[in-house]
């Protein structure tokens, strides 16, 4: 029987021991054993139901146009509590003089489908439209410099676009989901589609404006009863006696005996390492392993900081029609962004009711780290009601904190993936998960635990490569 253990129970942690678990009901020889520091599984993602509302701790859905996710759902018997964003009223704010002003209609990211209602727009200057126009004009220019090396986000959307556009929309709509500097991520790691975009065809307008995956359908996909039913499912289809909470990981070493883990309980040794530790635990446990591995996994990681009220009457408390807002870098506002999330999906709220979601990111969100809830939740208050007005008393407070849970993929992190996964591959039995490495969403987690647990099964039983999900 091959023994496996799994470091860290968040997202990718549950998904590769619950693909484990399936495999063993179907007959695979394993014992698993899965360690978590904390109390509970699921690490960010979790769900608080109370008052009649749905609060969501982390993350609040998953990308559409990535299928793991859904998948997942609807083989844990979820397929009913699917439930897709209310993209016919979709419309996002971006903070601009202090004020909110609307993205134009039909943007994948900062790259406009419809330029009729980017010139419509109040958002951009003369200018700033008038490259967006030039864009479509300059293809071919385009196409033939694309650089062969990776760089910044931000060096990525100024030969488009210019500096206005990544000031205005880039930024905050990377920082809004890193966390992190358009300076420094890496334009070929978060935003691939893009890049791939301009070598086919120069602009990145024309090129949406031609595809299919340009046509309308719901960017976001959650779960009715929320996203916390996902982990609740995955828990109940793994043995009681796999969990172990409470359970820090000490140390691992790699030898001739095969792998051993150290906890306060004692050293136990196992055939297959899963490794779904946050990417700097991860990589402090692994160092004595391989010390070649440290400085492929050394990354910068950014804190959040999550506080949501929930209002009985949304009439007291009127927001833009919409799914929320942006905070660009070097705002006058401590925010990343604010969540109408009543209005973006079904179902979240009593009759009647509002809720709101203040999301904080960067230093602001190391400096609440330091904060009690109540300190917490007063700062975000203040800070939503210089962006929407005066707040009525919350019926319903929640406050989660999130330390360096964004790890930031800087300029080269594709290729340092490359010789860390190189590294990996020689150290027989180990493998890594995690949102430190190849995509930081929830279908991209689940799809690489899932992955790596079939092979993991396979190799151990002698087969062929299992087919990838």
């Known amino acids: 029987m091959k023994r496996v253990a799994i470091v860290g129970g968040g997202v990718a942690g549950l998904a590769a021991a619950y693909e484990l678990a399936r495999l063993a009901r179907n007959g695979a020889s394993l014992q698993v054993v899965l360690f978590e520091a904390s109390t509970r599984l699921g690490g960010i993602i979790e769900t608080v139901h109370e008052g009649g509302f749905v609060i969501e701790c982390g993350p609040d859905a998953w990308v559409t146009e990535k299928p793991w996710a859904r998948e997942l759902a609807e083989e844990l018997g979820l397929g009913n509590e699917v439930m897709p964003s209310n993209d016919a009223t979709r419309k996002t704010y971006v903070l601009v003089d202090k004020k909110l002003q609307a993205m134009p209609d039909g943007m994948r990211m900062m790259v406009p489908v419809d330029l009729d209602a980017m010139d419509a727009s109040d958002m951009f200057s003369a200018a700033a439209k008038l490259a967006y126009h030039e864009e479509m004009g300059r293809a071919e220019e385009l196409r033939e410099a694309a650089p062969d090396q990776d760089e910044s986000v931000a060096e990525f959307v100024r030969r488009h676009f210019g500096d206005e556009v990544l000031a205005k929309i880039g930024a905050p709509l990377l920082s809004g989901v890193f966390g992190g500097d358009v300076t420094k991520l890496s334009v070929r790691a978060v935003m691939a589609p893009f890049v791939a975009m301009e070598r086919e065809r120069g602009s ?10 340009a046509k309308r359908h719901s960017v976001f996909t959650t779960l009715r009863s929320g996203m916390g039913t996902l982990v609740d499912r995955m828990i109940a289809a793994i043995p009681e006696d796999w969990v172990r909470l409470l359970a820090e990981v000490r140390f691992i070493s790699y030898g001739e005996e095969g792998w051993l ?3 306060a309980r004692g050293v136990e040794r196992f055939d297959a390492v899963m490794m779904a530790a946050p990417v700097d635990v991860a990589c402090s446990l692994l160092s004595p392993v391989d010390p070649e591995v440290a400085p492929l996994m050394e990354m910068d990681a950014s804190s959040a900081v999550v506080a949501a009220f929930g209002f009985p009457d949304a009439a007291k408390f009127p927001v833009p029609p919409g799914f929320g807002f942006l905070v660009p870098p070097g705002s006058d506002s401590l925010l990343l962004a604010g969540t109408f999330v009543d209005q973006k999906f079904e179902d979240r709220v009593p009759q009647g009711g509002r809720l709101v979601r203040a999301f904080f990111g960067g230093k602001a969100a190391e400096r609440l780290m330091r904060c009690g809830n109540d300190e917490t939740a007063a700062v975000a208050r203040m800070e939503l009601a210089r962006i929407l007005g005066p707040l009525p008393e919350p019926q319903v407070t929640v406050v989660r ?40 969403g929830v ?27």
């Open 401 to 440: 904190r999130w330390p360096r849970s964004l790890p930031q993929y800087a300029v080269g992190h594709l290729e340092r993936m490359k010789k860390l996964d190189e590294r990996v591959s020689a150290l027989d039995g180990l493998w890594l998960l995690g949102n430190g490495y190849h995509g930081v």
């Open 261 to 263: 883990v150290g906890t």
């Open 443 to 469: 279908p991209d987690l689940v799809r690489d635990a899932r992955v790596a647990a079939r092979r993991m099964a396979r190799k151990s039983e002698g087969l062929a490569e299992v087919a990838e999900l």
């Open 204 to 213: 990145l307008i024309g090129a949406l404006q031609a595809s299919v995956a």
